[in-house]
């Protein structure tokens, strides 16, 4: 499975942004999807996971509410819409296939691209 992330960026607090996540490989549609994030100096984070037959959506606690991941299922790509940002969402967020809320449950992933919310 190969995971390719984009759609990174800097934004004031309060703002938006998307995340796009293309998978590829024949058993890409065979794991869950899901964005993990790390701030400096912090471990990497479960943010948010989504199934790909079902449509299935996951939050960590922190952004529930506040961003929606989805997938389409014809172009192999889940998304991160992630609404009123704040500072503390600022980090690198990867894209990652398999199963839980740790990283330890996720095989394949995908390159970081870099979230950065000013105040």
């Known amino acids: 499975v190969q995971l390719q992330a984009s759609g990174g960026g800097s934004v004031e607090a309060g703002g938006s942004l998307t995340l796009s996540c293309a998978a590829s490989?024949?058993?890409?549609?065979?794991?869950?999807l899901a964005w993990f994030r790390q701030a400096p100096g912090k471990e990497r984070e479960f943010v948010a996971a989504?199934?790909?037959?079902?449509?299935?959506?996951y939050y960590s606690d922190s952004v529930k509410g506040r961003f929606t991941i989805s997938r389409d299922n014809a172009k192999n790509t889940a998304y991160l819409q992630m609404n009123n940002l704040k500072p503390d969402d600022t980090g690198l967020y990867y894209c990652?296939?398999?199963?839980?809320?740790?990283?330890?449950?996720?095989?394949?992933w995908g390159q970081g691209t870099l979230v950065t919310v000013s105040s």
């Open positions: 990652a296939a398999g199963i839980g809320r740790t990283p330890d449950g996720y095989e394949y």
């Open positions: 989504v199934t790909w037959t079902v449509g299935t959506a």
């Open positions: 490989g024949r058993t890409s549609s065979s794991y869950p």
